[in-house]
């Protein structure tokens, strides 16, 4: 094999994982890590848009809490990134069953994941 036929490598997809419980982040981020992401980690709304809105910074999914504490959940999170930033995809996690028919009405495909 020459180097001319080898493939480009491809590009590591970039996910934020907005999560405010420490341990559940720490779990996430490394899973997502060792299946080959690049994982940027948060632990609300605010932290996650800050790191957003720099535009150096592609993020290719953000992997977010429903349930978070600050001025914005995660629902809150999910409209701003779609209107900031709509070539990301959301996925929305949490444990509170209304949060899936809530989600269900935000997010085009399917969007929520249980916790563990």
Known sequence: MTLESRSPPQPME???????????????????RDCGYRVIETVNADEAI???????IIVDVIFTDIDMPGA???????SWARANR????????????RAVDAAADLCEQNGTVPKP
């Open 72 to 78: 914005m959940d995660g629902f809150g999170l999910a």
């Open 86 to 97: 709509p070539g990301a995809e959301v996925i929305l996690t949490g444990t509170i069953p």
């Open 14 to 32: 970039t996910i934020l994982v907005v999560e405010d419980e420490v341990l559940v982040r720490i779990v996430i981020a490394q899973y997502l």
């Open 50 to 56: 800050a790191v957003l809105k720099l535009a150096e």
